[in-house]
């Protein structure tokens, strides 16, 4: 079994535009969705929607509708009652693929409120092979939170203990990187702005921040390098998506070549058509941790991961896919050989 973990959930709304959105202008919306969401929450929706057993836990009331959505679906929940609406997000989606979200900060929590939702998650996790913890942090809830899940897990559960996925970014993925999980998943821009945090180096604006991700997302063997340096600050492993130009592995330290160099692995597919982007990532994740559970090799988690988000990326709002929806046979594997004097090399290509 996989448990979720989502502190802030949201209703996800997507409106579709048959032109790219104008600002300051009336457009219409071709289409509309609207989804339970939040990043935990769409990995468990993820793998319900492939058959793997997974349990989302979240704060929301009973009959709040993201409860209600995720009810629908046959989505097994864990819910803290909060007495408060959780968040809607909005995002707008063109025919180019271009996505502009805009997320609510969600309810704020109190002490007493965070620390009965940790003891939810410890709860819930018994048994568990992995724990994603996902997503960001509601106001109220200190930076740390993460690492203080990760510590209680590992503590609670000592060698029973289930693998700790995470998927966040800002100051609650910096602050929980010292606390060793076993897999991060940031993308292009999280990546480098995690990298930046523990450089500290100054981080660009926002306009500068998209063209240096979009620039990475078309360098995975610089991918490779910047993540490799995060595990020498905490993360065991790292799974970095980048976008239409796939996905990089960063398997624990101790995976290395014959000359004793760390290798990582690339996968990536021909191009596709996106129809939204939301959810995209959270469905790689997802696609990664049920191969990864179900003893899948590293190379055949990393394209069940690529499958998952390509599929997701064609399908309108959050909606997340079937099996039918997967496939791997036109995705391409390469092993790269990270030198640590110099840039990653590509050392062996699979078909």
């Given at each position: 079994?996989?448990v979720?973990?989502?502190p802030?959930?949201s209703?996800?709304?997507?409106l579709?535009?048959?032109?790219?959105?104008?600002?300051?202008?009336v457009q219409r919306?071709?289409?509309h969705?609207a989804e339970p969401?939040?990043?935990?929450?769409?990995?468990?929706?993820a793998l319900?929607?492939?058959?793997?057993p997974?349990v989302a836990?979240l704060?929301g009331d009973?009959?709040?509708p993201v409860?209600?959505?995720?009810?629908?679906l046959?989505?097994?929940?864990?819910?803290?009652?909060?007495?408060?609406?959780?968040r809607t997000?909005?995002?707008?989606?063109?025919p180019q693929?271009v996505t502009t979200k805009?997320?609510?900060p969600?309810p704020?929590?109190d002490?007493a409120?965070t620390d009965?939702?940790l003891?939810?998650?410890l709860q819930?996790s018994?048994?568990?092979s992995?724990?994603?913890?996902?997503g960001?942090?509601?106001p109220?809830?200190?930076?740390?939170?993460y690492?203080q899940?990760?510590?209680?897990?590992?503590?609670?559960f000592?060698?029973?203990?289930?693998?700790?996925?995470?998927?966040t970014s800002g100051e609650p993925m910096a602050?929980?990187?010292?606390?060793?999980p076993d897999?991060i998943k940031?993308?292009?821009?999280?990546?480098?702005e995690?990298h930046a945090a523990f450089?500290?180096?100054?981080a660009?604006?926002?306009?500068?921040a998209?063209?240096?991700a979009?620039?990475?997302?078309?360098?995975p063997?610089?991918?490779?390098?910047?993540?490799?340096?995060?595990?020498h600050?905490g993360?065991?492993?790292?799974?970095?998506?980048?976008g239409a130009?796939?996905?990089v592995?960063i398997p624990?330290l101790t995976?290395?070549?014959?000359?004793?160099a760390p290798?990582?692995l690339?996968a990536?597919?021909?191009p596709i058509?996106p129809r939204?982007?939301v959810g995209?990532?959270?469905?790689?994740l997802a696609?990664f941790?049920a191969?990864?559970?179900a003893?899948a090799?590293?190379?055949d988690s990393?394209?069940?991961?690529?499958?998952?988000g390509?599929?997701a990326?064609e399908?309108?709002?959050s909606?997340?896919p079937t099996p039918?929806?997967?496939?791997?046979?036109?995705l391409s594997?390469?092993?790269?050989v990270?030198?640590?004097?110099?840039?990653?090399?590509?050392?062996?290509?699979t078909?």
């Amino acid at each position: 079994m996989i448990v979720t973990f989502t502190p802030n959930p949201s209703l996800d709304k997507t409106l579709e535009l048959d032109a790219p959105l104008r600002p300051g202008a009336v457009q219409r919306a071709i289409g509309h969705t609207a989804e339970p969401g939040g990043k935990g929450v769409n990995i468990s929706r993820a793998l319900t929607a492939a058959g793997t057993p997974s349990v989302a836990v979240l704060p929301g009331d009973p009959k709040d509708p993201v409860l209600l959505a995720l009810q629908e679906l046959g989505v097994p929940a864990r819910a803290l009652p909060l007495g408060a609406p959780l968040r809607t997000n909005t995002a707008i989606t063109d025919p180019q693929g271009v996505t502009t979200k805009i997320n609510e900060p969600g309810p704020a929590f109190d002490a007493a409120l965070t620390d009965a939702l940790l003891q939810l998650l410890l709860q819930a996790s018994a048994g568990a092979s992995w724990v994603a913890l996902a997503g960001s942090l509601p106001p109220g809830v200190p930076v740390d939170f993460y690492a203080q899940a990760i510590t209680a897990l590992r503590s609670s559960f000592g060698d029973q203990a289930p693998r700790i996925a995470l998927d966040t970014s800002g100051e609650p993925m910096a602050a929980a990187l010292p606390a060793e999980p076993d897999l991060i998943k940031p993308n292009a821009e999280e990546l480098l702005e995690l990298h930046a945090a523990f450089t500290r180096s100054v981080a660009p604006d926002a306009s500068g921040a998209q063209r240096l991700a979009e620039e990475l997302e078309t360098d995975p063997a610089r991918a490779v390098q910047l993540a490799t340096e995060l595990q020498h600050h905490g993360a065991r492993a790292a799974l970095v998506t980048l976008g239409a130009h796939g996905a990089v592995l960063i398997p624990r330290l101790t995976r290395r070549d014959d000359a004793g160099a760390p290798v990582a692995l690339r996968a990536w597919g021909p191009p596709i058509v996106p129809r939204s982007t939301v959810g995209a990532g959270d469905a790689s994740l997802a696609g990664f941790l049920a191969a990864a559970q179900a003893g899948a090799s590293e190379t055949d988690s990393l394209k069940h991961a690529m499958a998952m988000g390509r599929a997701a990326a064609e399908l309108p709002g959050s909606i997340m896919p079937t099996p039918h929806h997967l496939s791997t046979e036109t995705l391409s594997t390469e092993h790269l050989v990270l030198n640590p004097r110099t840039r990653p090399t590509v050392n062996v290509e699979t078909p």
